[in-house]
């Protein structure tokens, strides 16, 4: 894998490659990983595996034509004849009145910031290895657990370059340190899993190993004896670890592109109040250390703190250049860069702004409810708000949790959800999308 700086010079030569081929204007982008785990189960070692790839990805634009290439060989005479195919690639597309590279005055300037996402730390096989005994052991201590699917310890690090033919040029990197463990309670066909994990950019900002294997032991044990929950109307409680997957809803249906396609169930409400006037939500790609920090977006334009909900109201849509230029507006920093093709659209490092009752508090009033904390299946409509996923969790009995319900679906609608949230002052920030324990009343429960 190429450091940041050798890949912002591959991406270079082969932007000047694709100008010496005929293209009017290109861009360029280099991403490198490598990574390195061992699980282990029942204290013995399962699996050590190690892996690196690399991959150079060109745009290229002839008049309003496009055609995207990508090559893992980054030798000069396979570059050449990259650039070369993307050319003529591009003058048989179709036109695109709305294609092309971001605006050159919209364009981020170095030096860019410092987010200390590369942790310089090491860790060999054999520590990784001690890393997966230790949670693994601490989750098999647990009375009630009787069995495990293993520990798992990781490291690994990705570089990322992007170069466009209109003058802009960066790149950064950085680790990631992972860590989890599964944990099996109960015999026979009263058997329960459950999880616990984590992920952060340096080895010192990891939560204690017999910390973490314990909470996944307890959280199997306690799901032991699931019960059945009666159908109908009635409140449900999202635990953090699956709550953020109500607010990924929310980016996906603000994208520019989903706007421009008119697919997306918060169509004609930018501006509009559609959470309480308590809930706020930010998107911060400088976060220091964040999991999804970037100095940079996928076109080379500056990225920046935004609210993405304020005091309830949408404001406005998530945008790379073509997205904006087809709404008439202008790019907001969140274009990504996947593998080839022109960029998509995503968030960074969300929160959602904690409540200020306690989960007790949330709750207290509840008679009759559910607590969910795990989801299953993805039976969310993008384009309408319609919203059905089968889930398990607890039931909660005059505002106290009670014992664990499974096989159960909660239902509604996105819009009616979003507007009927209220949350907790438990904030969670370890994930890319953060938030604390949520409250939505009114779902629908088919149980039995």
């Known amino acids: 894998m190429l450091s940041p700086t050798a890949a912002q010079d591959r991406a270079a030569a082969l932007i000047d490659f694709a100008r010496a081929a005929g293209a009017d204007a290109a861009d360029a982008v280099y991403s490198g990983s490598s990574s390195e785990s061992v699980s282990v189960r029942l204290g013995a070692l399962e699996d050590v595996e190690r892996s690196e790839s690399?991959?150079?990805?060109?745009?290229?634009?002839?008049?309003?034509?496009?055609?995207?290439?990508?090559?893992?060989?980054?030798?000069?005479?396979?570059?050449k004849e990259l650039a070369a195919r993307a050319v003529d690639m591009a003058r048989a597309a179709p036109e695109d009145q709305?294609?092309?590279?971001?605006?050159a005055a919209l364009l981020a300037k170095g030096p860019f910031p410092d987010l200390d996402s590369l942790d310089p730390a090491e860790l060999s096989p054999a520590q990784l290895r001690e890393r997966a005994l230790e949670i693994e052991d601490a989750a098999r201590a647990v009375a009630g657990v009787t069995n495990s699917e293993g520990g798992h310890a990781s490291l690994s690090q990705r570089n990322f370059a992007l170069v466009t033919s209109h003058g802009f040029a960066g790149s950064f990197g950085g680790t990631m340190h992972g860590i989890s463990a599964t944990a099996i309670a109960g015999e026979g066909g009263n058997m329960q899993r459950d999880y616990a994990w984590?992920?952060?950019?340096?080895?010192?900002?990891?939560?204690?190993?017999?910390?973490?294997?314990?909470?996944?032991?307890?959280?199997?044990?306690?799901?032991?004896?699931?019960?059945?929950?009666?159908?109908?109307?009635?409140?449900?409680?999202?635990?953090?670890r699956v709550g953020?997957?109500?607010?990924?809803?929310?980016?996906?249906?603000?994208?520019?592109?989903?706007?421009?396609?008119?697919?997306?169930?918060?169509?004609?409400?930018?501006?509009?109040?559609?959470?309480?006037?308590?809930?706020?939500?930010?998107?911060?790609p400088l976060l220091v250390r964040g999991l999804s920090s970037r100095p940079f977006d996928g076109e080379g334009l500056a990225t920046a703190p935004r609210a993405l909900v304020e005091a309830g109201r949408l404001t406005g849509w998530l945008m790379d250049s073509a997205a904006a230029r087809q709404l008439?507006?202008?790019?907001?920093?969140?274009?990504?860069?996947?593998?080839?093709?022109?960029?998509?659209?995503?968030?960074?490092?969300?929160?959602?702004?904690?409540?200020?009752?306690?989960?007790?508090?949330?709750?207290?009033?509840?008679?009759?409810?559910?607590?969910?904390?795990?989801?299953?299946?993805?039976?969310?409509?993008?384009?309408?708000?319609?919203?059905?996923?089968?889930?398990?969790?607890?039931r909660?009995?005059?505002?106290?949790?009670?014992?664990?319900?499974a096989e159960f679906t909660v239902a509604g609608n996105l819009i009616d959800m979003f507007a009927r949230m209220s949350v907790a002052n438990d904030l969670e920030w370890h994930r890319t999308i953060n938030v604390p324990t949520l409250r939505i009343d009114g779902m629908t429960i088919a149980g039995d």
């Open 396 to 405: 909660i009995v005059r505002g106290e949790i009670a014992g664990p319900v």
């Open 328 to 394: 008439g507006a202008a790019p907001t920093g969140h274009a990504v860069r996947g593998a080839g093709g022109s960029p998509g659209v995503s968030t960074s490092n969300v929160q959602l702004a904690p409540g200020s009752a306690t989960v007790a508090e949330l709750i207290a009033d509840i008679e009759e409810g559910v607590f969910v904390n795990e989801l299953i299946g993805h039976g969310v409509n993008g384009v309408t708000g319609d919203y059905s996923r089968g889930a398990s969790g607890y």
């Open 54 to 79: 690399e991959h150079l990805d060109l745009r290229v634009f002839v008049g309003r034509r496009s055609a995207s290439i990508g090559s893992s060989d980054l030798s000069d005479a396979a570059l």
């Open 244 to 284: 953020g997957t109500l607010i990924s809803h929310l980016s996906g249906a603000i994208s520019g592109n989903a706007i421009a396609r008119r697919s997306s169930f918060l169509l004609e409400m930018a501006g509009e109040q559609v959470f309480a006037p308590s809930i706020t939500i930010h998107d911060d």
């Open 98 to 103: 709305y294609a092309g590279l971001a605006d």
């Open 198 to 240: 984590r992920m952060a950019r340096h080895l010192a900002d990891m939560p204690g190993l017999e910390e973490l294997g314990r909470l996944a032991g307890e959280r199997a044990v306690r799901r032991l004896d699931p019960g059945r929950v009666k159908s109908g109307p009635m409140p449900v409680v999202f635990d953090p």
